[in-house]
């Protein structure tokens, strides 16, 4: 292998739209053109997170997140070495973790909410940033029927997160690197077409990436 991947790192704040956004980029294309990871499935186990002043554990910092762990593995990816890792499954019990495989690919996209702030610790700086973008009302609507369905929190403590940890840490080690971003893709309706435009972008990489491998 002679070429060095393509380094994409997406952030946003919670809620924003980055999983559905990813998720939909990620249908049109093979597991051998575009690696995506995430930062959540690198938080710390439970008992190693923060508690607050009320005893609540706090899943919204930096220091929530096992990032020498991911800046190694994704040292591996761009050294083309596949890399394996156990699913976080926010302490729901009502789910099984699966065992995550993650393939070398001409693009790898790095998603999560502190993956700028951490930039400093990986070895190879993002080719490219984006930042999706939704206004503070819409956030917390999602952030509620995300952690009710999905990751089965009651009501009342996914209001309390929000308001004590969420939205602090968005201020902090969120929000600021907007000002850094290649591209800001605003998910207050829709995506739709920055989507769209995204996904040119990535087709015409790959298929510069294959001409020249072909050469």
């Known amino acids: 292998m002679s070429y060095t991947p393509f380094l994409i790192g997406i952030t946003g704040g919670s809620g924003s739209g980055k999983t ?11 597991d051998d053109e575009l690696c995506v990871i995430s930062q959540d499935d690198y938080y710390k186990p439970r008992h190693l997170q923060h508690t607050d002043d009320n005893g609540v554990k706090n899943f919204d910092l930096p220091e929530s997140i096992e ?4 800046a190694i593995d994704i040292k591996k990816l761009l050294n083309h070495q596949v890399i394996k890792r156990q699913e976080y499954t926010f302490n ?3 789910k099984n973790p699966k065992i995550l495989t993650f393939k070398p690919a001409p693009i790898i996209l790095i998603e999560g909410l502190f993956v700028f702030y951490f930039e400093k610790l990986l070895d190879k700086k993002f080719d490219l940033r984006v930042f999706i973008n939704a206004m503070d009302n819409l956030r917390v609507i999602r952030r509620i029927k995300r952690d009710r369905i999905e990751r089965n929190y009651p009501l009342e403590d996914v209001l309390y997160r929000y308001e004590q940890h969420v939205m602090p ?3 902090k080690y969120i929000e600021p690197y907007i000002r850094r971003a290649d591209i800001i893709v605003n998910n207050n309706q829709d995506f739709d077409m920055a989507l769209m435009v995204f996904k ?3 087709q015409n990489y790959l298929d510069l990436h294959k001409k020249n491998q072909s050469v």
């Open 20 to 30: 559905t956004f990813i998720n939909k980029l990620k249908e049109g294309f093979k």
């Open 67 to 70: 990032f020498n762990q991911l």
């Open 92 to 94: 729901n019990k009502l």
């Open 169 to 171: 840490s968005y201020e």
């Open 200 to 202: 040119s972008f990535v």
